[in-house]
């Protein structure tokens, strides 16, 4: 690592951290609510069976924002691995079987991807860095709830983060989102 470089990892597994995940080559694979059904179902999944304590969250159509840690006894790292591995696995394969025009150029940059990764996967939908942020303070903790939440408007997808379903804005204003969070 060069100098000045922060090191990116959980260090601590029952800390609150920030993480961003985001496709390889940021390519747009999250238009289709096919593919953005598959990554919140895998969040309730892990909120449910692996202990995964979900405070705020955002899916973009590159990349995601959470603002998560584990529950007493789990490590957030292996929440991480095993659902960036499963939502992987089932939009790789829900491009190649459901109708999607543009299968071949996706499967091309995932193959891209996988191909020149260490890991000599076949395909490959996320890039390996989640750019973990340790949050110990409020101040902190807000700043990027409001930034996760406020991705939507930036992009101008939406005038109000609240409008926005692929995200807990809803949630921080007394509506009901797709996901149960936590509160702070």
């Not at 470089?5 to 029952?14: G, L, P």
């Not at 459901?98 to 299968?103: D, F, K, V």
């Not at 996760?148 to 804005?169: Q, T, W």
Request: with cysteine; aromatic share 10%.
């Amino acid at each position: 690592m060069s100098k000045g470089t922060t090191s990116y990892r959980i260090k601590d597994e029952q800390a609150l951290y920030y993480l961003t995940f985001s496709t390889v080559e940021w390519i747009d694979v999250f238009t289709r609510k096919r593919y953005k059904d598959i990554v919140v179902d895998s969040l309730a999944y892990c909120q449910k069976e692996k202990g995964l304590e979900l405070y705020s969250w955002v899916l973009m159509s590159n990349h995601m924002h959470m603002v998560v840690k584990a529950s007493e006894g789990n490590k957030l790292s292996a929440i991480i691995r095993d659902f960036k591995k499963f939502t992987a696995q089932q939009i790789i394969k829900a491009i190649q079987e459901e109708p999607e025009s543009r299968r071949d150029w996706l499967l091309a940059e995932m193959l891209k991807a996988g191909e020149s990764n260490s890991k000599k996967q076949t395909y490959q939908l996320w890039r390996n860095d989640n750019h973990p942020i340790e949050l110990s303070n409020n101040e902190v903790i807000n700043q990027k709830t409001d930034y996760i939440h406020n991705n939507p408007v930036l992009e101008g997808i939406v005038v109000k983060a609240e409008d926005y379903l692929y995200s807990s804005a809803r949630d921080f204003v007394g509506e009901e989102g797709l996901l149960e969070v936590e509160k702070f």
